[in-house]
């Protein structure tokens, strides 16, 4: 097989600045008033503590919808349950909706075009609708999806057909809700190799490894953060046995306000798109 460059890129947080800015309180507590979940008494710290700490594993490593473990969580006994689950529905399309992948990472897809030794991946611990939004997003930047996901007998398949090599101008998409594991765990990344045809002779991995996201939200907190990456990079290492390298997208705290945000996460991103490319080139 070709020797190839194997370029890893997390999503919320990394390609996805808006992902995070949506669990910024006001937008928060916007949302969940415009989808009636407000109503069900669910405010912002209700959100952090009672919905996403307590279901976060069930929905980033299995298909079961974000929306329903949502509806499950907050439905009170006067309610009907369709209606709580129609309210959660709409609170996670409005998340889904707000995370875009910024235009400042078109630069770095539209210079990979002609970089044929490079196989992007975008790899992200995340929720079950993701997988679909998360191709959208690719597919308007001029590229194809290519979801890996685990069968019903845990073999890995490439939407829904047996792994194969990956036409040009494709990005491989692996997500820990179709995947059965999270990242940092050895399990994801074997399933990853198990679904790509190629055998890089170098890894080069962007992420923030979960420090971006609001410190609200658990998977922020810097002791998790720091595990999560040395047990992340690990994993990789060992399921390709390839020199990986690592490019920290970590945003510095405290956070300023949000037009001084998008002008140092765009900043920090063209820096991150020239350091990948001049790494592709040497």
């Not at 995070?20 to 937008?27: E, I, L, S, T, Y």
């Not at 009636?36 to 079961?64: C, F, H, I």
Request: charged fraction near 20%.
């Amino acid at each position: 097989m070709t020797q190839r460059t194997l370029l890893v890129l997390d999503f919320s947080g990394v390609l996805s600045l808006e992902a995070v800015c949506f669990g910024m309180p006001d937008r928060l507590d916007q949302a969940l008033r415009h989808s009636g979940l407000w109503e069900l008494g669910v405010d912002g710290a209700r959100y952090w503590n009672d919905v996403v700490k307590p279901t976060w594993d069930v929905g980033s490593t299995t298909r079961t919808p974000y929306a329903y473990l949502v509806a499950q969580r907050v439905h009170p006994s006067h309610v009907a349950f369709d209606d709580a689950l129609r309210r959660a529905e709409q609170f996670v399309q409005a998340y889904m909706h707000a995370s875009v992948i910024d235009p400042v990472w078109r630069a770095l897809f539209d210079a990979l075009r002609s970089a044929n030794s490079v196989a992007p991946l975008i790899a992200t611990d995340h929720y079950a609708e993701a997988t679909a939004h998360i191709a959208q997003q690719i597919a308007a930047m001029g590229w194809r999806a290519a979801a890996l996901q685990t069968d019903a007998a845990g073999q890995v398949v490439i939407d829904g057909s047996a792994p194969a090599a990956f036409p040009p101008h494709t990005v491989a998409l692996a997500n820990s809700a179709d995947l059965g594991a999270h990242k940092e765990r050895a399990l994801f990344w074997s399933r990853v190799r198990a679904g790509l045809a190629i055998e890089p002779d170098q890894i080069l991995v962007i992420d923030d490894f979960g420090a971006n996201e609001h410190l609200f939200d658990f998977y922020a907190d810097p002791a998790r953060v720091t595990r999560r990456q040395a047990q992340t990079l690990a994993a990789i290492s060992s399921a390709f046995g390839a020199p990986t390298h690592t490019l920290p997208f970590i945003i510095e705290r405290p956070f300023p306000d949000l037009e001084a945000l998008h002008a140092m996460y765009r900043a920090q991103a063209e820096q991150t798109i020239r350091r990948v490319m001049e790494m592709i080139r040497a």
